[in-house]
């Protein structure tokens, strides 16, 4: 644990810093890098798996790495973790949030009657909740453990899970192998899309809401 953490603060805080990093890395540890980077999206590090696939696929592009082991690597790494957060919000996650909503301050944001609401909605939108949500930054890791909290049916989240991963890993790492050589400008706006995508989920949301109750009150 203590290894991870001295890794992350040892991150460079410029684009090109980051890609040289990413480079050393993979030269040293090959698509294990990839691998964990998809992995530790959820755990601690926003946005890694995006970052290792784009500079995944620019490397490939270089004739250094396969292109379709860096696709496996970045699946396989997000497949595992986003996984692993659906069992942790299966087996102890409810039990966690009801504790939560004890709280003075946290009972306003995380109560019973919040918890059951976005339980109906993964009831009637989980699957397309869990697909969109591997695409957004702050979503992908909310989405499986809520799923999980919400106690979804496996058999119904791993299968929209599966494909949402397959084509974030696919999409991400062509877009790397495409626009790798303007690496700070496809940071940038990789990062100001994934901004907007989480706001048009809020509005969806929002409205998504504001029908049931006008719908409830007609």
Do not use: C
Request: hydrophobic content about 50%; aromatic content about 12%; glycine content about 12%.
């Amino acid at each position: 644990m203590h290894q991870v953490l001295t890794l992350i603060q040892s991150i460079p805080s410029s684009p090109r810093g980051l890609l040289e990093l990413i480079t050393t890395l993979m030269a040293t540890y090959g698509y294990l890098v990839v691998f964990v980077g998809a992995a530790l999206d959820n755990f601690g590090l926003p946005a890694s798996g995006d970052v290792v696939l784009f500079a995944g696929g620019w490397i490939s592009n270089e004739g250094r790495i396969k292109l379709p082991l860096v696709m496996a690597s970045g699946f396989g790494g997000a497949l595992v973790s986003d996984n692993a957060m659906y069992w942790i919000g299966r087996a102890g996650g409810r039990p966690l949030v009801e504790r939560a909503s004890r709280v003075r301050l946290l009972g306003l944001i995380i109560s019973q009657k919040n918890l059951s609401k976005v339980e109906k909605f993964f009831a009637a939108h989980g699957g397309k909740s869990v697909f969109m949500g591997r695409f957004g930054p702050g979503l992908r890791s909310m989405t499986p453990l809520f799923s999980g909290v919400s106690r979804m049916s496996y058999r119904r989240f791993l299968p929209y899970n599966m494909a949402g991963v397959a084509v974030w890993a696919v999409a991400y790492t062509l877009v790397g192998y495409a626009f790798g050589e303007y690496w700070s400008v496809l940071l940038s706006v990789a990062k100001s899309a994934g901004y907007v995508f989480v706001a048009l989920v809020l509005i969806v949301l929002a409205l998504y809401v504001y029908r049931r109750r006008r719908h409830r009150e007609g």
